[in-house]
């Protein structure tokens, strides 16, 4: 056993050390500036001021807290769109009609997407001079492109939303898709045989069934998009501002004492992402506890 | 059981469908558009001048072998931003699958103690997001050296990659069995020839989807790129990043479809290993 030891660590110390100096190290080292340690410009003392600067002082807080209002809406919204989006199509596409295939590698074709071209797409589909303003300009719905709705750089987020619901709706698919697939028919079979309607196999046999899966993708989804920075920098506004974009605002600020302030932000990002995951954690093992 | 899609259901899915392919729809219209006016809804003219801009594709009367060849060699910034973007999305993923392959087999095949932290640890940078170490990264890089520069932008790579590689080839070695190794052993193959005759076969195709994903992660990373590559790194999604601010739309779809081409193919080659239960799906959820 001990040659096996030595072989267990000798595999794992390479990603483990490449995770821990650069991730775990990145993580730490964030915080300690997050705290106001400096050391490039002569700064060693430990404080709250820039947590405290970020959310409470007048300069910005309201940026902050429109900030952190928008990412909470944006997130949950567009989860739970993409998800629903997601499982109505898994559920049709499941049974046999004209050009399924088709459909099907349509509704996956998001999946490889960058995000980044996601959102690109965004202004080319819904801007006021975009696909979707022509079309219902030539169809005479709109006289000019004014009387389309702002969809994308809007301050209520709904460009970054969509973008995100465009994306992860194909993600969600994928994972409903496969679930499905393994279940069969025969739970609804039988429900139907026992005499339940359409809506009571939806709702009592399909939907405990894919839940699980469903919302731990849902976890996975809102985690990303709270945190993430591409979608939110092209499709959002200066404000409200997401708060992966303000915080990188402040990391590149020529004033190096913002630095501490954009540090901050992403710890406070992170930390709602994490208190999030454990929360997460803590309902599923509490389930299966009850199971 | 009923099997066929009522009628309303099969228009509903329909549109879903058109809907989104719109972006793709309007990607093509926009590349290879030229004035193309509000509120035309298919241009009066094709063009490619939006590829010629790029300096892709060569100008009219110069598009033979030589004058493509002439226009590549001038190394214009999108030839500059492909042979970054797949120098750095090969060296990631060779390195990646070099360093998972051994903790894949330890974690796949054998049981110790602390595993479950140590995949814990593993998998901890596919739940946080990116900017929460990159910012603190960033100025250690800068201080080691390695800011701005071609390693840099490797090794941070690495840090989105690692998970993907390791869960995704864990799961191979889940399912294979070492006793073949033993017996070539027996028979007289060395520790090289056994691992080519009878390991890699035995995990090649998991292999291969695991680089693929690997490469593509690399290949859609935009924010660590941009902090560890100082501006000094250019990548595809940077070029990408920088015209869609700067608002050119027929350049912006033009370099897009260039950026997507990969994904694309790769999605083709890969869908029968997507799946909801593959590790690597979650990771084309993040790129």
Redesign the interface.
Known sequence: MGG??L??V???T???L???T????????????SLGYQP?IGKYDINFDAYYNVMFSERYAKLFWSGLALNLWVSFVSTFLAAV?ALW?AL??R?????KK??NF????????????????????FSQ???????F??IGFIAS?SEFPILVKDKYGFGIILAYV????A?FF??????LQ?LG?NF??LA?SLGANKWQRFRYVILPLVMP?LFS?SI??F??S?????VP??LGVNYPQML?VM??DF?LNPDLNARSE??AL??I??MI??IL?VIYFWLTQSKIRKD | MDNNLKKVNIYAIYLGSIILILPLVAFFINAFSFRWFYPQLIPNELSMQAWVRLKLIPKEGFRSLDGFIDLWLSNPAIIKALVNSVTIGVIVTIVSIIIALPAARVLGLLNFRFKKLIIFIMISPTILPPIAFVLGLNINFISWGFSGSYWGVCLVHLVPIMPYVVLTMTGIFANYNPDFEHQARTLGANKIRTFYLITLPAIAPGMVVAALFAFLVSWSQYLLTFLIGAGKVTTLPLLVFATASSGNPPLTAAISLVFIFPAIVILFFTSKFVSGNSSATSGFGKI
């Not at chain 1, 001079?129 to 079309?135: E, N, V």
């Not at chain 1, 994928?174 to 679930?179: E, K």
Request: with cysteine; hydrophobic share 60%.
């Open positions: 096996d030891k072989k267990i000798l595999s794992l390479p990603p483990l490449i995770i821990g650069l991730f775990f190290g990145g993580i730490l080292y964030g915080f300690l500036q490039s989006l199509g049709s596409i049974k046999t009609f004209f050009a088709i459909c349509i509704f996956s074709l998001n999946l490889p997407m960058p995000h980044l071209v996601v959102a690109v797409g965004m202004i080319f589909v001079s975009g696909l979707l303003a022509r079309f300009t030539q492109p465009w994306k992860e709706a993600f994928i994972i409903l898709m496969s679930v393994s028919e609804e079979e139907q899966n993708a996975i989804v985690a990303f709270f945190g993430a920075y591409e920098a092209i992966p915080a990188l990391f954009g540090m992403s710890m990002i992170a992402v994490m995951v």
